[in-house]
Each structure stands twice: as C-alpha cells, then as structure tokens.
C-alpha cells in the first residue's frame, strides 16, 4: 500500500503530460497562419497594452467642485439705475457646482395675498360665472377660482397673490446682456483614494500671479480656470444674445485622464462644453419647453401687511461634471493581460525545438497542393484559432 | 552559415505544428460531450451575444436635470387666508435635481435676540441654578445657558432667539395637504459622449400639445414629463397623509438604457419611484428618526430690532437621480467577445475531416462499455473542459 | 446518400476526439511545472473567488444624503450680543449633502445703490480721470466707473453698491470659533435595485436612544451618525482654527461594501475623512486660492430705499460622498470566473488514468539531465503556459 502512494506521489511530481504534435508542411497554409499570428500578437501589444494599458489597475475619483461668479452689470430701466454684482445674480449663493446666472428677468412688485382677475392670457378664459369652479384650480392659473367671472378680462377671478405676474413678454434685448463679460471661477479637487493622490485644477503652472490675468482659450490658456461666461455658451454651441433672453442650460466637463505612472505634473484636467436640453450644437431641431426659468420670490412687510416681489428668473445654469480616471502599474492586471492575451489568443515565443526531440515527438507530414483548396483556408483558420489557443509545443 | 538562417526562416514560415489526435468511439461519452458542448455554445450566443450584447461598446450618461413644481395651496388658519404658491413652497427655487415641497410647518415669527427660558419638553429640565451651567450649550438645547433656572418652567434661562420654537406638536392634518395635487415637470437631457449624441426626455412623441394636458401614468402615458406629487409618493410606497405631515424622502429614478444600433426614437427615458429612509414599501420596520425637516429663518427689523421668523418646515425631499446607459455596435469588442467565447469554451465549427487526413493522423479506439462507468463520465467532463478549451483539430 | 447522411450523423454525436499525450518523466521540469500549477491555482482560489470575490454580481448603490447641523455660538462683537442658530449659519438651509457651515464673516450693512470710491487696496489706483475708463469695469472691481479719480484715495469712482465691502481685513480669531462643538447628524440611505434591497445607516444597533447620546469616534462608536465638526476638521487633516478663519472644504466619504451573502446586519457604513483643495493632510504644498467663500445679501427697505447688508461669509463646505457596492452569489459570474479559471489558467483536477488508457494513447519518454539546461526550464515555462492552458488528457 505505502508503495502504491508513494508511486503516486513520484508519479504526480515527476510526470507530466503534453500532447503530441504534427508538423505539417504546407506553403500555403503556414504563410495564412503566421499572419494571423502577427496579427494577434499587434492586437495584444498595440491594442490591450498602449492604447488601453491593461497593465494599469484603475481608479475613479472623488471630487469637489466650488464655483466663484465675477462681475457687475449696471441696467437703466426707465431712468431707474442699478447695479448688479454677485450676491444679485447668482442662485444659489454658495458656490455650488450647478448655479443659475441671472441674465433677464420679469419682476412683478407688491404683490399681497387678495382676490384679483386671471391673466387675459388666453389659456384661462370664462364667459360665466359657471366656468369658474369656486374652489378649485386650474393648471394653466395662477390662483384658487372664486367662482366668479370677470367681464372685463373675461377671466376668472382668484384668489392669489396679487397682482397675477404677467410673463407675456419677455424683454428683449435681455436686462443683463453684459452677462456675457462676467467671468467664472472653478476649483476642483479630485482624490484617488486608491493611489493617495489629491490633485486641483490649480496645477503646478498656474499660480496666483497667472490667475490674476488669465482667462481661459481652448489654443493658448487651456489650463486656466478662469472662463469668460460668453466663451462658454459659444463653445456649448448656443448663441449668446438667445439663451440670455430665455435662459438654457450648459453642461462644464473637467476631464481628467491621468496615467500615474509618469510625473505627477502630466496629470491635467481638459475643459469641455456641452449645451443641454436640446438647443445647443448637436441637435438643431425645435424642441417644446426651451429655455431656463425659475420663479423666486422677496418677501417684506410693508405697513402690517406681508408683501413679496416676485421674479420670473431666465438665466444660464451652469452643471459643473467631473470625470475622474486614473491608471497606475500593477501586478495583478499586468499578468491578467498578458495570461488572457496567451490564453485566449496564444501568443507564445516559438522555441526553436532541438534535432532530438523534433524525432522523438513529431511526425510530419507533406500535404500536396491538391488538398489545399478554399476549403483547406477555411480548416486553416480554424485550426489556426485551435493553434492560438493552445500554441505550440515544442519539447 | 547563410543557408542555416534561411532554412530556419523558411521552417517558421512553412511549417506549422499541431497536435495529433484520437478518435474515440464512445457513445455515451461522446454524446454528454455533444450536449456540453450545445449547453456552452447556445450560453455564448444566448447569454453573450443577445442577452449582455457582448459586441457593442457601452457609455454612460452626462446628465443634467432641470425640475418645475406647479399649483397651488389655500390654507386657512384661525381665519387668516393665504394663499402658497411655488415661490413659496419648494426650497431651492432654482430647480434643482434635489428639492423640497414643504407640505407642513411649525412657524415661530417675531423671534428676536434676548434671555427666555427653555422649552418645558422634558429634555431640559433643571431644578436649581446649579443644573445650569453658565455659558454651557446643552445638545437638546436652544441657546446659551445664562446659569439660571427658570421656576415656573422648571428649565434653565438661555441666551437665544425668544421666543423658543416651540415643535412639540406637529399639525395634523398637515396645514398644505393639497400639495397632493401638485405637479411636478422634470427636464433630462443626457449626452452620451463616446456617440455624440444629446437626448432629451421630451422625446418625438411629447410635444407641446401633448404636455398642456398629460400626467404620467405608467400604463397608459409612460412618457409624460409632468407628474402628480401624489402620484410619486404612492408609487414610492408612502401613504400621502403620514409622509405630508412628518416628511419624507423620495427617490425618482431616471432610467436610459438605449441601443443605439436601432433609431434613436427607441431610445426612451422609464421613470421609476423609491421611498428613502425607512419608511418606503421596501421596509416596513420601524425605525428613529423618521420624517424629513429643517428649519429656515426670514430676517427682517422691526422698530430697528432684528428679527426673524423662524420656520420649521416638513416636507417631501424629491431626489432625481439619472441612469444613463448606451451600447453602439463596435468591431473591438465584437472579436474580443468571439474571441473569449472561442478561446474559453472552444466553440469550433466541426469540419468533417477528410479521409486521407484522418488516415493519416488520428488512430481510433474503440472503448468498451466496461469502462464506462460514473468515473469515466467525471472523466469526460474534466475531458470535456478539455476538449471545450482546445477544441478539435482536423486537419 | 440517406446511409452517408446517417453515417455524418452517428459520427457526430457517437465520436470525440482529443489530442495525443505524451508523457515525460523529468524530476526537475516536472517539479517546475507543479510549482507554477499551485501558484496558479492559488490566485484562482485566493484572489479570484475570495479577495475580488468573483462568484458574486455586482450592484451599485443609488443614494440619498439628508444632513443636520445643531449647535448655537455666542458672539460678543463691541457690547452687541448675539446668539447664532442653524438657520442662521448653515447655507442652503433644506439639509443637502453639500453645503457649507459659516465660522466666520465680513459684513457690510446698510448698502445702497449709489457712487462712492473703490476699495484702496493697491488693485484698482488710479492718478488721473484718465485711468477710470467711463462705463467700464475692472476684473478686479466692484462696480462700473464714472469716470473720475478719486483724489483723496486715489481710486476710481464706481456705481455700485455703496460704501464697498472692506475685505482686506479677515477677522481672527474667527468670529463662530465656538463653530468646533456643532454637530453633524447624516442620514443616509441607500438602494441596490437589483436586489431588491434598501438600508439605512441607522443600522440595526443605532437605536434612538444611542443617538441621543453618541458621538462618531472611530474606535468606540464607529456607526454614530452625528460627528462634531471639530472632529471631521482634524480627521481630514485640517486645524480648526485655520480653517474657521479662511474657510475650506471636506468631504466625508459614506463607504458601503456589503456582501449580500451574509445576513444583511453586516453590511455598515464606514465613514472617511478627506481635506480637499490642497489644505489637506495629502498636500502640504502652498497653493494658489486656499479658503472657501461667497457672498450673500440679505435685502430689505428703508425709508422707501432699497437696501442690502452684504455677508462674505467663510466656512467649512462639506461634500457627502457615498460610495455603495453589493455582491451577491449569482450563478452566471461564478461559471464565468471558474471557466476563465480553467480557460486560461487550465486548473484541472488531475484524474489518475487507468493502466490500460495509459498503454493505449500514451507514450512514455525519458529525458535524460543533459537536455535539462537553463533553456530547458524557458522551454518549461513556455510549454508549462501551454499545459495550464490545455490541462491534461486522461481518457
């Protein structure tokens, strides 16, 4: 019995199995065969390596995105002058990385809580005091139906904050059109926890002094972080003088694409724009519900009674989104790779085999040209994909 | 010398190696091979190829997301009116993909700096000065404490915003219950980047006409943009009446999976609803600190003293969040998908050998039903694998 | 031609064929050979199944952050006693999973739209008329220009909201320094749609009266949900004092990684710390732009003015992250990783062959040591590859 396992044991240790092989000689078919090989191994080298580094192992990023507005814009309405900075235009105030930039406006002043008449607006129209349901409301309206008609705008009356806001007209051209020379400021961090790596967009050849002059180009300042408002609705394919008017919505990339492997100071970010909701470059057709609008509201107490201005807001809202990559050398992937490249498409050095074992183990065979017809290519591709998978063995 | 190295080139150009093989006869095991071997093929083509689409490259989506609430509340509170409209009830106001409708609140006005005593709700007790530990804030507590205890409350004196909020009942039913029949439009545009393609969820069938009048439903409009709020929150699993008096949390999912090997008219937005924090369909158990508030002061002077009134607000937090995912017929992973199919399983098409060959190289054996038994089975599956992984050669 | 068809047939389903093994017997290729197997074997086990566990689908997590600040600070500025809140420090105030906490500020009360001279900061000097460019405005600015130096401050003439805001002095020690002792409750809940599951990080031993009490420690109360702020600032690498001063930003990380596997108890949240724009512990580098603030205005009448007191408000912005992963069994990632395994790497159980097949297929060589050189064992190694690929054949 102890011999038996002991048999086994040397058995298993000192063996070992490979399968027999043919060497066939044939012009034809090898040629076909070795370009297909050369062709796998370009694919594994060119493909797999450089240009998607499978040796990398990859890490996504944690972000943080904060947002400066800078500028004033001076309007004269109706000889009413007034100036407007940041904490005016701005929504929300707090540096978020999607804000909304006021550039028109409809404001409806001293409005209280009473009873007044729909807006003659068409959508809301009543003939009797029976199309004006007491107590209900109205899509379209602006307010809870009294149930009376007014004969006079032929609206219902309603109970709402009045007066109602009228937003028939938008202005044109837009109230602040000067939006176009305000500038934004973006910082943002990124962190690849998996490689330690903390980075901001304020790279090494961007210090204070730069910052202070600079305004982002595509061609000469790709690195600034300062980005002249007009230039981003153009790069996002709106015009400017449309979008100030009705509003619309951009859409800021910061790319980073970050090989870890080199110097830390190749890691840059690449600024991109996109307009969104169908208005901007990509997509010229007429779409229903255009433009960016909001309504908010002030309120105030004047002589006892609660008051409110209400703004209709159109402007440029900004979506600041961050695609964090990094690639870094690994073990692990590198082997993945390469045993998946040997595996699966068997790129394996061809070892020139010694004379002796050449006799011992193979037998060639000379297939004449008669048998190598399309249908033989046809064999050879597949027997190739066999050959890339198993490889060639040589002992 | 010189002829050595051409032979050896033409050797490896002329030549190529391939393993002999057997032929066994073997019904039994040549049969649970067939039946593996369809098994593996029809997971290739059924699972790789049809159901993950293995041979397309896949994107993910840059979204953006723009929200408008509509309607109105009519409230009437110990005979004071009010009308609340959207200015009113959703924080923020600029449209945000993370929003609140507030549908209840405590509110505490004329709140101004000054000494007043805690409230008496039984977390801040105090029975003597010494319980009140001067210019010590307490976690349960409202302000700073002076070091006094207030007799008649039985809770110590604070430095605070006087008087205290006072949030030990929450009413019921919720002052703004009509915030049920809200609606709630959402705007979603996505860019796949990879495809230079923009999409909004206004697709070719939502127009203008079609928006003033539809509401999601998601058998008959699954389309529609503009949903009821009651809607949502039924969907989500709330009960409308509990989640409008405590608040509560909703997740809207946006989902996109899109092929875009078909018209781009196919590829359609589906709206999905989740209750968050507990108290969803998915989770029935009770659990602390349900509901969903925060507080928000108005600041305004009165007299020259600052004051402000204080809002506890509760309401429905309503987060959309986007699911964007597209797949584009692509050569590359198109062969790598073939590529790992073939190379692990061993998928070859079987090309009847011709008779010289099989002369030629294959010996056969003819193995008897004795040693057929449940082990050889095992054997054929390991074989199997074998024969999966390496295929047939049949040259 | 029926009996041909037949015969095709019958050898299809009736035939296999597997490739001819040799048999080697070397001590020292073999012993080579069953190192690299084991070696193979044990990446399979070890990092295939349990570190990356690849039996297991996938599902990220969609999420939801619900924040609350709580604490007061007391200010004593020149005899003017004041009391702050959370609706007076925390910006936005509805509980987002990014926002900011006020520590310290500039105020400029009183603002009104009018002219007055620019800050004389040595940025905006002007000599003459000539400098201030009528209807312009300066980068660096506050307003438009009218047109006229200044002489007494040397500095442009501006219509802006006058007097200008005076930043050039940041108040220290930051005037909410007390801000270290607020606190932080996070509620977070996550979704994994494909199974079905939703937790919350309330898990199941964070009951209402622990969280009355607790405080996030890493070591003693890793599940509290409520951090002190002071905490999160020195965790992340940042010192208090500095920060409260200028501002800054974190970001606490929310990790979720659950094996659905286990009971549903086991998967917790832990919680992470990061300094973000490069005053972190990462990043010890001087930097351009360090500190974080906006400015906010607060708008109200008087005497039928128009007017604002304008905040530069500095704080700690606070980015909630939440990464969230679950796995669980499913069959076909397991058959996927097992035949990768055994596709590429070629872990086949070695089946001890019987005496008769042995005879039958295989023939025995002995290599004696002069052909076992170093260029052998490359010879091993490369047709090792082969053998992992292809395994053994032992019918």
Same mark, same amino acid.
């Given at each position: 019995?102890?011999?038996?396992?002991?048999?086994?044991?040397?058995? @298993?240790? @000192?063996?070992?199995?490979?399968? =027999?092989?043919?060497?066939?000689?044939?012009? =034809?078919?090898?040629?076909?065969?070795?370009?297909?090989?050369?062709?796998?191994?370009?694919?594994?080298?060119? !493909?797999?390596?450089?240009?998607?580094?499978?040796?990398?192992?990859?890490?996504?990023?944690?972000?943080?995105?904060?947002?400066?507005?800078?500028?004033?814009?001076?309007?004269?309405?109706?000889?009413?002058?007034?100036?407007?900075?940041?904490?005016? #235009?701005?929504?929300?105030?707090?540096?978020?990385?999607?804000?909304?930039?006021?550039?028109?406006?409809? %404001?409806?002043?001293?409005?209280?809580?009473?009873?007044?008449? *729909?807006?003659?607006?068409?959508?809301?129209?009543?003939?009797?005091?029976?199309?004006?349901?007491?107590?209900?409301?109205?899509?379209?309206?602006?307010?809870?139906?009294?149930?009376?008609? $007014?004969?006079?705008?032929?609206?219902?009356?309603?109970?709402? !904050?009045?007066?109602? *806001?009228?937003?028939?007209?938008?202005?044109?051209?837009?109230?602040?059109?000067?939006?176009?020379?305000?500038?934004?400021?973006?910082?943002?961090?990124?962190? @690849? =926890?998996?490689?330690?790596?903390?980075?901001?967009?304020?790279?090494?050849?961007?210090?204070? %002094? #730069?910052?202070?002059?600079?305004?982002?180009?595509?061609?000469? $300042?790709?690195?600034?972080?300062?980005?002249?408002?007009?230039?981003?609705?153009?790069?996002?394919?709106?015009?400017?003088?449309?979008?100030?008017?009705?509003?619309?919505?951009?859409?800021?990339?910061?790319?980073?694409?970050?090989?870890?492997?080199?110097?830390?100071?190749?890691?840059?970010?690449? #600024?991109?724009? #996109?307009?969104?909701?169908?208005?901007?470059?990509?997509?010229?057709?007429?779409?229903?519900?255009?433009?960016?609008?909001?309504?908010?509201?002030?309120?105030?107490? *004047?002589?006892?009674?609660?008051?409110?201005?209400?703004?209709?807001? @159109?402007?440029? =809202?900004?979506?600041?989104?961050? +695609?964090?990559?990094?690639?870094?050398?690994?073990?692990?992937?590198?082997?993945?790779?390469?045993?998946?490249?040997?595996?699966?498409?068997?790129?394996?050095?061809?070892?020139?085999?010694?004379?002796? *074992?050449?006799?011992?183990?193979?037998?060639?065979? +000379?297939?004449?040209?008669?048998?190598?017809?399309?249908?033989?290519?046809?064999?050879?591709?597949?027997?190739?994909?066999?050959?890339?998978?198993?490889?060639?063995?040589?002992?």
């Amino acid at each position: 019995m102890k011999s038996v396992i002991k048999r086994s044991f040397s058995d @298993f240790f @000192f063996e070992y199995e490979t399968p =027999r092989q043919v060497l066939v000689k044939n012009r =034809r078919i090898a040629v076909v065969c070795r370009i297909i090989q050369l062709g796998v191994l370009s694919y594994i080298i060119g !493909w797999v390596f450089m240009y998607e580094k499978g040796y990398q192992t990859v890490d996504t990023a944690i972000s943080s995105v904060f947002t400066k507005m800078k500028g004033v814009s001076f309007t004269n309405i109706s000889g009413k002058e007034r100036i407007w900075d940041v904490a005016d #235009y701005v929504y929300p105030e707090q540096g978020d990385s999607s804000f909304v930039v006021m550039t028109n406006y409809i %404001s409806t002043e001293g409005q209280k809580q009473g009873k007044c008449h *729909e807006l003659p607006d068409g959508k809301n129209k009543c003939t009797s005091d029976a199309d004006c349901d007491e107590g209900k409301y109205k899509r379209t309206g602006n307010g809870q139906m009294t149930g009376k008609c $007014d004969t006079n705008t032929s609206t219902c009356e309603i109970y709402s !904050w009045c007066p109602v *806001e009228d937003d028939r007209q938008i202005p044109d051209p837009p109230i602040l059109w000067t939006a176009e020379n305000y500038t934004l400021f973006i910082k943002n961090s990124i962190t @690849f =926890r998996q490689f330690n790596v903390v980075r901001s967009n304020l790279v090494e050849s961007v210090n204070q %002094s #730069y910052m202070n002059k600079c305004l982002y180009n595509r061609q000469t $300042d790709p690195l600034c972080p300062i980005f002249r408002l007009g230039d981003i609705v153009e790069r996002s394919g709106f015009n400017f003088s449309e979008i100030a008017r009705v509003g619309g919505a951009i859409g800021v990339l910061i790319d980073w694409d970050c090989n870890l492997d080199l110097n830390i100071r190749h890691c840059k970010p690449k #600024y991109e724009f #996109y307009g969104l909701y169908g208005t901007g470059k990509n997509d010229k057709e007429e779409k229903p519900s255009l433009g960016y609008n909001f309504r908010y509201a002030k309120y105030y107490v *004047e002589d006892k009674v609660e008051k409110r201005t209400l703004m209709k807001v @159109f402007g440029v =809202r900004i979506d600041i989104i961050v +695609h964090g990559r990094a690639g870094k050398f690994d073990i692990i992937p590198t082997l993945t790779a390469i045993g998946s490249g040997v595996g699966i498409f068997g790129v394996n050095p061809t070892l020139p085999p010694s004379q002796k *074992e050449r006799e011992l183990q193979k037998v060639t065979y +000379h297939l004449n040209h008669s048998t190598t017809g399309p249908c033989r290519i046809i064999a050879c591709l597949h027997k190739q994909l066999f050959n890339l998978i198993c490889g060639h063995s040589n002992l």
